[in-house]
């Protein structure tokens, strides 16, 4: 049975240095509710540390949880790996653990807290997440198809660590699944502003760093469940799936 | 000054394009942002750049830029080599970081667009 789902999978916690503190599992789970999201996905900055704790928050609260992580690729662009499967995101985790250096500076940079699932701060990570990792572009896609999951390029209308920005256009050849919206533009616009944008999947989550900024933009899509299969089914207009936007 | 002249007194090496060194460059332009290229690079402008990606040769053909430079003893992809020469797009290179390759160039006429 076909159901609509309003998806928001682009969504930091207090694990990404650059969020706020009060981007615990429980709060971000409450406040996506609130927001009448369906599903959410949680993408931290190279790292997938609180993405257990939010799926038991989601779990408890009844709210549909994504597991995902936003690559920082050689080159700076950011790209997001969803995953149906928490193995396989795990597997994507020790790639970029394998390929990533430093260690953060909280007072630069900002704290990195691992949470619970009631919020509470059980540990802090100490490598640098928001550096850039080792691998190229082409190969984070690659890696994400290979562990089954749902490659997106983030916000592609900003000036800073998009494809767009740092590579111009999308890479021939480079299989990505959509490329990302950030809330600074429509779809529409984003697609009138953008050539680049064209033949492309447009999809519009909303990168919230703070409460309040979850789910101001999202992407509405048909399937029988909120998961990356269906997610991916939409996208391609397979079985009747389809993107509402 | 040709690309050619120019790598032969800045003492870039020549990793691709050999054959296409006899253009006269108009200026240089330094970025790791592709996009800023494709905006601001004049023709025939050589392109100081860290990027390998096979992105970098489309967006010199974009400009028609004389050739690009890579810093710090960075080698192109296998990818970018094959497109560059597809295209005769010369890809230089040099041991040296930035600073120091586009200081050189400018010390020799190479000037920016102001």
């Known amino acids: ?245 | 000054m040709t690309v050619k002249e120019m790598a032969e007194r800045a003492e870039l090496e020549v990793l691709v394009g050999a054959d296409g060194l006899d253009v006269e460059v108009t200026g240089g332009y330094a970025a790791d942002l592709i996009s800023t290229v494709m905006a601001n690079a004049k023709q025939d402008n050589v392109w100081v750049t860290w990027h390998l990606h096979p992105n970098i040769v489309a967006a010199a053909l974009i400009v028609k830029l004389s050739a690009i430079i890579l810093v710090s003893g960075r080698q192109p992809e296998q990818e970018t080599v094959q497109r560059a020469q597809q295209e005769g797009m010369p890809i230089l290179g040099s041991s040296l970081p930035a600073f120091e390759i586009i200081g050189r160039l400018h010390g020799m006429g190479i000037l920016g667009t102001v």
């Open chain 1, 1 to 245: 049975m076909l159901a609509t789902f309003h998806a928001d999978l682009h969504l930091h916690t207090c694990l990404s240095p650059c969020a706020e503190e009060e981007m615990g599992p429980l709060a971000i789970v409450r406040q996506a509710k609130k927001k009448g999201l369906d599903v959410i996905g949680i993408c931290d900055h190279n790292s997938a540390g609180n993405v257990a704790a939010v799926r038991q928050a989601g779990r408890r609260e009844g709210l549909a949880v994504i597991g995902g992580v936003e690559v920082c690729s050689e080159e700076e662009v950011h790209i997001l790996g969803l995953f149906d499967e928490q193995e396989s995101l795990l597997n994507m985790q020790r790639l970029i653990e394998e390929n990533l250096h430093g260690e953060n500076n909280p007072e630069l940079f900002g704290q990195q807290s691992l949470c619970d699932q009631n919020d509470a701060v059980v540990a802090r990570e100490t490598r640098l997440l928001i550096g850039a990792t080792e691998l190229s572009v082409d190969e984070v896609v690659e890696k994400i198809h290979q562990l089954g999951g749902l490659a997106v390029a983030s916000h592609v209308d900003r000036e800073s660590f998009s494809l767009f920005s740092q590579l111009g256009f999308v890479p021939r050849g480079l299989q990505i699944d959509a490329l990302e919206i950030s809330p600074l533009h429509s779809v529409a616009e984003a697609g009138d502003s953008f050539p680049q944008t064209k033949g492309y999947r447009l999809v519009s989550f909303s990168d919230a760093h703070r409460l309040e900024e979850i789910g101001t933009t999202f992407t509405t899509f048909r399937g029988i469940s909120p998961s990356v299969k269906e997610f991916r089914k939409a996208l391609l207009g397979e079985d009747e799936r389809e993107i509402l936007n």
